[in-house]
Structures are given as structure tokens and as C-alpha cells.
């Protein structure tokens, strides 16, 4: 069965870049996504990727694939005390039906 | 744009009873979705229907659990009895489309389930 597992906890000052791993079981993900979950907020998708990509950049955001170790992360420059929240990678399979999530990283931005 | 609606916020039962989510997606989003979230897990998609029609509940305990989507707007989800285990946060969420991978999905604030 698929199975997305991360680092359940990260710390990092702000200024600093953020990276939240995140690795996968099932090869046959289509599509790879990131969600940011506020607290008492519901998810909000920040971005996703395509297997077939390795790289995307969107503004602060670099989302890295590895899809020979399936190992997704997402990179977060110049962190704020306001991207403090929990982060999902989850997983697609058959074409953005079946979505499975990771557990979360907490990310905590200390000032 | 109003978001993704969901009541109640919270609610809390003792095991055995009944309980009822309602949800109501943005305005002209074919797919709705409703996640199962336990405390310090990812959620867990429990059933997804585009329009009325029900797309994946492969993931939905139908022994005591329920979902409609009359009229393809808004939809309920039961629980009927509810167990401890199904203490969580019930988030609802919708996309414009077909559900595709590109589709992406509004989430409404979850209902806050206590079974004790």
C-alpha cells in the first residue's frame, strides 16, 4: 500500500532556509504536493510537482524531486515567523484521485 | 469568493450515539471530498464524490459511516454508532473540476469530533 512518512518536528531561526523531507513508497505517484496547515485553519495547497520534473521554483518555495529514492522536499529561503505551521507532503496516484498524506512536520520559526 | 463552509465547528458525543457533518463547498465545485484527520496524522481521504456521484469511498468504514451529496452542492457525512477511535478532525474540501491532479483543493476549518 502507499505510504508517505517526514520528520515529524524542525526548528530553525528566522532568516534561515527551511527544508521538510518527505519520502514515498509508491512509484507510481503521479503528482507530488505540498499543504501548509495553519493552526484551527484548514490545509491550504502551497504547491505540487510532477514526476517527471525534478526541480520547481516558485517564489521563496524550491520543491526538489529524487524519484529513484522517491524522496520529495520542499525549501523554504529566508523563513518568516509567519511560515510557522504544519507541513504535508502527500501523494497522488491514478492522475489526482487517491490522495495519501504524510503525518506533518511542525515547523517552528524562532525569532 | 466565499470558502469552503463546514458545521459545526465543534462536537462532542459519548460513544454509540449518532453525529451528522455538514458541508458546503464553494460555489460551482464539481468535486467535494471529506478527510478523516486524527490527532498528529496526516489526513485520511474517506470519500470523494464529483458532482452527486460517488468517485472513491474505498477508504470509508460503511459499517457506520455515511456520506450524501444531494443535488451535487452541499453534503452530510454520519457516523452512526460512533466509536472512540473516531475522535478526530473531519475535514471537508472542494475543486472546480474533475478532481484532477492540477485541481486544486480548498479546505474548509474541519469539525472538531470528541468521543467519549
Known amino acids: 500500500g502507499e505510504d508517505v512518512e517526514q520528520s515529524l518536528f524542525l526548528s530553525v531561526r528566522e532568516g534561515d532556509s527551511s527544508v521538510i523531507n518527505c519520502t514515498y513508497t509508491?512509484?507510481?505517484?503521479?503528482?507530488l504536493y505540498w499543504y501548509k496547515q495553519e493552526p484551527g485553519a484548514g490545509l491550504q495547497l502551497l504547491t505540487y510537482i510532477f514526476s517527471n520534473m525534478d526541480m520547481k521554483q516558485d517564489q521563496r518555495l524550491t520543491v526538489l524531486l529524487n524519484k529513484k529514492d522517491k524522496h520529495l522536499s520542499l525549501r523554504i529561503a529566508d523563513t518568516q515567523t509567519g511560515d510557522s505551521a504544519i507541513y504535508f507532503c502527500a501523494e497522488s496516484i491514478n492522475y489526482g484521485q487517491n490522495f495519501v498524506f504524510g503525518p506533518g512536520t511542525r515547523l517552528s520559526v524562532l525569532p | 469568493e466565499a470558502g469552503v463552509a463546514q458545521s459545526p465547528r465543534y462536537k462532542i458525543i459519548e460513544k454509540r450515539q449518532s453525529v451528522a457533518f455538514w458541508c458546503n463547498p464553494i460555489?460551482?465545485?464539481?468535486?467535494l471530498y471529506w478527510y478523516q484527520q486524527i490527532l498528529g496524522q496526516g489526513p485520511k481521504l474517506l470519500i470523494q464524490f464529483q458532482n452527486n456521484g460517488v468517485v472513491d469511498d474505498s477508504q470509508l468504514p460503511k459499517d457506520r459511516f455515511s456520506a450524501e451529496r444531494l443535488k451535487g452542492v452541499d453534503s452530510t457525512l454520519k457516523i452512526q454508532p460512533a466509536k472512540l477511535e473516531d475522535s478526530a478532525v473531519y475535514l471537508c474540501?472542494?475543486?472546480?473540476?474533475?478532481?484532477?491532479?492540477?485541481?486544486?483543493?480548498?479546505f474548509g476549518p474541519g469539525t472538531r469530533l470528541t468521543v467519549l
Open positions: 460555489s460551482g465545485h464539481a468535486t
Open positions: 509508491d512509484s507510481s505517484s503521479t503528482y
Open positions: 474540501a472542494s475543486s472546480l473540476d474533475q478532481g484532477g491532479p492540477t485541481d486544486t483543493q480548498y
